[in-house]
């Protein structure tokens, strides 16, 4: 919507420069309201149909050239009064700017959940995120991974969303299933080409679990981030059990066409 925006008033600024101010009067005395009402009055009028675009947009945008614009929202049509050259313009602008906006792209987010000990081997971890395990072993005091679940939700640039449902149980301190959140207030792709970058606004997990001997425990991830499309980021961890135990969330984000 920024860019439609941006798009709307480079055109805007384009087209005032080619259209002379009305108020000028080439250097003649002011003549009073009068004057100015009754030179309104013989200007033509034109009815525009619209067909895509937003008619109260466009009517506030066609008032900056100094015309009388009536927009009619229900029959998708702007009446405009203005002099001849200035009705031009509006035709020549609105033939650019009732077009078909393109359709919104939509986001995948895949979040892998690992749980990570100080002792034992990796288990149930996909190929793929063994690069991102060597480096969590360096930076981080863990030698033993598993998978807990992989969660996925797919929105479209510029919204949010949530998933909701449950895991397996997070450690052997806790024997019920882990009821989790997963969800982004939005995402938007933030550039184009070969490296897309999607930024992920107010990103957040919660695991719900029962620990024994604590009862009812919580673990939450709360951050934003940009992400280049395909990259595999350490969102980051939290410790989830009496042991030391900690979950990893790990995100990769992709722009579906």
């Known amino acids: 919507m920024k860019r439609g925006y941006l798009f709307l008033n480079l055109i805007l600024l384009s087209l005032l420069a080619a259209v002379p101010i009305l108020h000028a009067q080439d250097n003649k005395t002011t003549e009073g309201p009068q004057a100015a009402t009754a030179e309104t009055h ?42 001849k050259e200035v009705l031009a313009a509006i035709e020549e602008s609105l033939q650019r700017l009732d077009v078909p906006q393109a359709p919104a792209k939509n986001v995948q987010l895949d979040a892998y959940l690992l749980t990570a000990s100080g002792q034992g081997s990796s288990a149930n971890v996909p190929g793929d995120l063994e690069p991102v395990i060597k480096q969590l072993k360096s930076v981080f005091n863990y030698q033993g991974f598993r998978l807990l679940g992989t969660l996925s939700w797919r929105g479209r640039d510029g919204a949010g969303g949530v998933v909701t449902g449950l895991l397996p149980s997070v450690s052997g301190d806790s024997a019920q299933q882990t ?17 897309r970058t999607i930024r992920i606004n107010d990103l957040r997990l919660q695991l719900d679990f029962t620990v024994k001997g604590a009862g009812m425990q919580h673990a939450s991830i709360d951050t934003s981030i940009d992400a280049r499309e395909g990259q595999k980021i350490v969102v980051g961890k939290a410790n989830i059990d009496n042991a030391d135990n900690a979950l990893i969330l790990i995100l990769t984000a992709k722009v579906i066409e």
Request: charged share 20%; net charge positive.
């Open 42 to 83: 013989n200007w033509p009028v034109k009815l525009f149909q619209v067909k895509y675009a937003n008619v109260n947009h466009l009517a506030n945008l066609f008032r900056a050239f100094g015309a009388t614009v009536q927009p009619e929202a229900d029959l998708k049509a702007i009446s405009v009064r203005a002099p």
């Open 179 to 195: 009821y989790y959140t997963f969800k982004a207030s939005s995402v938007a792709i933030t550039s184009e080409g070969k490296e």
